[in-house]
């Protein structure tokens, strides 16, 4: 019952997969007491000859009480919810070790990468296309960016969802904390092709990842 999400890779999922399991057994709970007690009420206070219906004027002190245990369960659940997504959602890291642009478009999620004078727009840049290469335990700011219609960057391993916009450029980060490859799709129907737009997220090592550097921009200088 516990382990049907993929397995969470990120500092920053720990923390939505403890709200979701929270939420996952409060409701849980709730809906069985429910149906348990409606089923043994529908037992036991069946019609049974020479039994008759009893009127109730209700019980004042029952319904202040299952009106507000319910009221301030859920109040401290909204609460500490919200705290946690403003930090998390909210409220971009200010210096971030590694910094990537994800550009969505039909059909592709094009990873812009700053290369060794960390600025975009030089011509040092790499571009690649589906790949998104980043350190262990390293905070990553990504911006993401739209040319065409609406795309959903999704990476269900690090918990994290969000709209990509044409004109709009919204920040989206996370510290991955196991090295792999994870998938990375778009969650937005946005045409023919959405069903193939996936991409790979690929956690290295951080001797790994300095290899990666350096072989991907020596490619990248022979090419040019
Ligand atoms: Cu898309």
């Not at 049907?4 to 709200?19: M, R």
């Not at 109730?56 to 319910?70: A, D, K, M, Q, R």
């Not at 999620?109 to 998104?132: C, I």
Request: charged share 20%.
């Amino acid at each position: 019952m516990l382990d049907w999400l993929p397995e969470n890779i990120s500092l920053e999922g720990k923390e939505v997969d403890f709200f979701f399991y929270i939420s996952y057994y409060l409701t849980n709970v709730a809906f069985i007491l429910v149906a348990v007690t409606m089923v043994a009420f529908l037992i036991i206070y069946r019609q049974k000859p020479g039994k008759k219906a009893k009127y109730s004027h209700g019980n004042n002190t029952l319904e202040i009480i299952w009106t507000v245990v319910p009221t301030v369960i859920l109040l401290v659940f909204v609460l500490m919810t919200q705290a946690s997504w403003a930090r998390l959602k909210y409220t971009p890291p200010s210096n971030p070790d590694v910094r990537v642009e994800v550009i969505g478009k039909q059909f592709n999620w094009v990873v812009v990468y700053p290369g060794p004078d960390k600025k975009f727009g030089t011509a040092d840049d790499l571009k690649l296309d589906n790949q998104l290469n980043v350190p262990v335990n390293k905070q990553v700011l990504i911006t993401l960016k739209g040319e065409d219609v609406i795309h959903s960057f999704f990476i269900p391993a690090v918990r994290l969802k969000q709209d990509i916009l044409p004109g709009k450029e919204i920040p989206f980060w996370f510290t991955p904390i196991k090295t792999g490859k994870y998938e990375m799709p778009c969650a937005e129907l946005c045409g023919v092709g959405h069903s193939g737009m996936n991409g790979e997220l690929v956690v290295h090592t951080e001797e790994s990842y300095r290899k990666w550097l350096k072989t991907a921009w020596s490619k990248k200088e022979e090419k040019s």
